[in-house]
């Protein structure tokens, strides 16, 4: 079918009932261009003045109902044709209608789904599309609302490729050639039985055809008929996270419709003793989970956005990422294939136990095994994807009933796709939260006084795990887990466990076929988890909350302090608090001080890191959840704390490390893996050069230094590529930064930046990574955080776009970019 975008010329508003329309109630709509998110511009609140999990989980946005039309035209020559709509996602509870009529509609705001359209539409005419989308108390992160993800429009003849329609495998490789399986849904709703000609060529990253094939089909009138075809590719190249080759396959029903799709050449084994091997080699997935929002963009789905991330986390040390809780992108899975970077697939985060008020487990009975069919057929050819996950932390994976779910859940994803493995994020804590009671007064030591025994039942999901900690592990490492979760992990290939880590070894031993990879797991951990991910053959990698920061669930990595009214660390921040803050990087894609930690860990970075405590807070009590790092930053300009007290973390994968200030030495310490990576040391703050050097066996491995910013602050402008292209979801990025004449962030200098944008693009989000704040990203005026800002501009045709910024006390500087 001919696909075409179909993301200009929407209009949209809050949605209004019609009876308050007739007593003269006006709302107007206003023109947008998809993706988009209709909650990011609305104004946030706290709900009567307090913190609470409800408003913290989707920092403190109201949910709402939203409703999108369209005009457009469909021309005679279509009548006669197979005219469908394509909506990547819309959250949530999308309904659809043409010209007035209900068209259709999906619940679940992350599956993609088409409407058949051809019935509704006038040829020759005008038509009208209208989607409404609502989000209200169903999920415990920020969802954004609306047409979020891009929509298309396919037009076909009565015989034609189904959408979805081609799907390739690699069945049997090995250095001499590859079949490549290449299974055609062809359609007919023709009342003629029709026979045609199957042409389908394989090609190269240069484009040449490297393999080919010819076909006839008979298809019966409304009776699709599958064609397979088993090709041979001699000398494949291979695809994997270092060299991510990639072929196209295009399947053509000659005169009548082609499709092409992409592909990759690479196969997974999987056992107790070598683990994940892809293409012969044992992999560690080395994690991230991240969750679908795009930081100042709010939920919308761009294309560029999506590939950002992903670089940016590949560039950080990451080859696996972990889409949470819901599916990812078309876009996200597209730049995962193109740069290497695995994927574990996430279908659900409810089954039939709601954790918000309105959530899909009010849907699930229903339309599950609809979403599982889009899942699949949104992943099924991309080479990235070796794993789907089917759930997230399901309470219901403790019971006999809630493992028979689990196990129609993976069989159903088998039934579609056998090339791939089947995982679960299974809690065990949450998996026997019902006899979580009894289980806490049979506990003995330090874990059971973590907890307060009787109120488990009483909190919520995240409140819970935030309080016990440590207890976690201990009470899924228990027997009673163990009994109860034992046919739930029976029904995967992959044991998915989250914060569970003590299950790893005792799991070799009790049950020696089972497969693990810690699906979640709390950052200040990756160490011992790391050092357990390379010791034991059985356990495939490590994901870490998060890699990315998002928006929602508020505050649970922000670093706390204890006072006589606040004994221990609490996990919602109050309003108007806007970030979990506990990604590896930032909202905005810099990198905090964890990350540079993790890649040492990982053995990716030689050089050692530096990490300064805030002076203001020294001799404080630090707290906070499990989720949050060290209150440090990568920064040795504190201006007012000359003199004052200074603690300083060193990063290390070396026998010691010297630290030296304006060359004066402090001494060397201990770091490397038997010191957990990292030291300490102590000192008072003078502005100048703060220098760490590790070494291993007396010799010199790396060096790094930190200097004050001086002089008058500088305003800086820098896009993240010069040139653009006009369509398929391009942005440019430009990060606003605060700097001195050589270069250093004044990172204590934080004052607005105000930005005009010209030419041939508009403005489509601007923020900082401030974790508390007031400001919108749909303003054109942003305090910096840390000397930093981000803008994000949108190409709206060919030409250049000029960016003018601007600060108190700064020269303006102006940024332009060629659109093409």
Known sequence: MIRTSFNDGWQTRPKVNPFAELSGTKVPFRPVTLPHDAMIGQERTAPDGEATMEGGAGAYFPGGTYEYRKTFAVPEEHRGKRILFEFEGVYRDAVVYINGDYAGQRPFGYSHFHIDADRFLRFGEDNEIRVEARAHRDARWYTGAGIYRDAWMLVGDVVRIAPDGVRVTTPDIDAERAVVEVATRVENDSIAIRTVDVVTEVRDADGSVVASDVSKATVLPGEPAVVRQRLYVRAPLLWSTGTPALYTATVTLKDLDAETVVFGVRSLRLDPRYGLRINGETVKLRGACVHHDNGVLGAATFARAEERRVQLLKDAGFNALRMSHHPMSKAMLDACDRLGMLVVDEAFDVWTSGKSDFDYSLDFPEWWER??????????????????????????????????????????????????????????????????????????????????PGEGEDKGINTLMADAGDMMNAISASALVTEKTAESFAVLDVAGMNYAEARYAMDRDLFPNRVIVGTETFPTRIDGNWRLVEQLGHVIGDFTWTGWDYLGEVGIGRPQYLTPDTPRPAHTAPYPYLLAGCGDLDITGHRRPASYYREIVFGLRAQPYIAVRRPQHHGKTYAGTPWAWSDTVATWTWPGSEGEPVTIEVYGDADEVELLVNGSPLGRRPVGEGHRFRTEFETSYEPGELLAIAYRDGAETGRTVLRTATGTVRLRAEPDRPHITAHGGDLAYITLSLTDANGTPHTAADRPVAVAVSGAGVLSGFGSADPSTLERFDATERRTYEGRALAVLRPTGPGEIRLVASAPECAPVEVVVAVE
């Open 371 to 452: 979403d599982i069919e889009a899942m699949v057929a949104k992943d099924f050819n991309h080479p990235s994807v070796i794993m789907y996950s089917i759930g997230n932390e399901i309470p219901e994976t403790g019971t006999p009933s809630g493992a028979a779910r689990g196990r129609e859940l993976a069989e159903k994803v088998r039934s579609l796709d056998h090339t791939r493995y089947v995982t679960n994020a299974v809690n065990g804590m949450l998996a026997v939260m019902s006899e979580l009671g009894g289980l806490r007064r049979q506990s003995q030591g330090k874990a059971a006084q973590a907890a307060d």
